[in-house]
């Protein structure tokens, strides 16, 4: 597991780097475990009662009977708050990823059944399917999440080409093409959405 632990400057918890954020101050930084960031941005953006209570792991499974299990963040942004929701590939959040953007004075276990609804919802379904020639689309459709392939052998556009991630499966881009050939001839309809309104 390649999981960077380090420490929160404020209260001294020992955590990992994807729950660890960069917080500004006159002097520069500091790092701070997600917990600390949220108290000191209510504190400046003057709410009293923000409820920053830490979400316990829920595992869920999908169409094909997998579980996955998923973590949560809740992130504070002054007039507006983020769940967001991920699993942990060697100890990264990679695979599924969902992100709800709500008011901060909204309930968190509220927050947290729609945020489980709506990946319930998403696993529901499965695009892709193991075939003859390997990984194909299962349909006419496809849904997945837009990342950047930052692996040594991707030099299509430069150091950072794109990479998918579908049914929570990473997908090159060079895949994904050769996926398309299927459909050679075929129109095309491509949406893009942000996560928080998906």
Not at 13 to 40: D, M, R, W, Y
Not at 68 to 76: A, E, G, N, P
Request: with cysteine.
């Amino acid at each position: 597991m390649n999981t960077n632990i380090n420490s929160c400057e404020r209260c001294g918890k020992s955590a990992p780097s994807h729950v660890l954020t960069h917080f500004a101050v006159e002097s520069g930084t500091l790092l701070l475990c997600i917990q600390c960031f949220n108290a000191k941005i209510a504190r400046r953006s003057g709410i009293e009662a923000f409820d920053n209570t830490e979400l316990e792991p829920i595992a869920i499974t999908d169409a094909d009977g997998i579980s996955h299990t998923f973590h949560f963040q809740t992130r504070l942004l002054g007039p507006m708050v983020t769940l967001d929701a991920f699993e942990l590939r060697d100890g990264t959040p990679g695979g599924y990823q969902f992100r709800l953007i709500g008011d901060p004075g909204e309930d968190r276990y509220t927050q947290l059944a729609h945020m489980v609804q709506k990946i319930r919802d998403a696993l529901a379904s499965k695009y892709l399917k193991d075939g003859e020639f390997g990984l194909q689309i299962r349909d006419m459709n496809v849904q997945g999440q837009i990342e950047a392939d930052l692996s040594e052998e991707s030099e299509l556009f430069g150091n950072r080409a794109p990479m998918l991630v579908i049914d929570g499966r990473e997908v090159s881009w060079e895949e994904f093409g050769r996926m398309l050939m299927t459909f050679e001839g075929f129109e095309f309809k491509l949406q893009i959405v942000d996560p928080g309104d998906a």
